[in-house]
Nanobody, 122 residues
Framework: QVQLVESGGGLVQAGDSLRLSCAASGITFTNYAMGWFRQAPGKERAFVGG????????YLVDSVKGRFAISRDNAKNTVYLQMNNLNTEDTAVYYCAGGQGPYGASRSFYSWGQGTQVTVFS
């Protein structure tokens, strides 16, 4: 049974940084691309980006490119989302997800964590 557990969210000021972690269990981690999504209040869940099985390739949507980075540690079955220069529009519940399709496509992901709240105040 796939289990994804996010951590690292919190309340931060605009301009600050956070690193989210997502620990996976119940899967062969290297068989999966991993992705990050977020859901802001009153909005649908949106794709943030993905990383391929080895960590050699990543994709980020334009709104976070240059500020966010995705990485993974396959020895720890963990994927990370480093978020820098946060702004109030980044406030959302952040979810990690696993899938076996292309890492740059939101449709590839089908196993979800429970989410972690990130709140950015100005």
């Amino acid at each position: 049974q796939v289990q994804l557990v996010e951590s690292g969210g919190g309340l931060v000021q605009a301009g600050d940084s956070l690193r989210l972690s997502c620990a996976a269990s119940g899967i062969t981690f290297t068989n999966y691309a991993m992705g990050w999504f977020r859901q802001a209040p009153g909005k649908e869940r949106a794709f943030v980006g993905g990383i391929n099985w080895s960590g050699s390739h990543t994709y980020l949507v334009d709104s976070v490119k240059g500020r966010f980075a995705i990485s993974r540690d396959n020895a720890k079955n963990t994927v990370y989302l480093q978020m820098n220069n946060l702004n109030t529009e980044d406030t959302a519940v952040y979810y990690c997800a696993g899938g076996q399709g292309p890492y740059g496509a939101s449709r590839s992901f089908y196993s979800w964590g429970q989410g972690t709240q990130v709140t950015v105040f100005s």
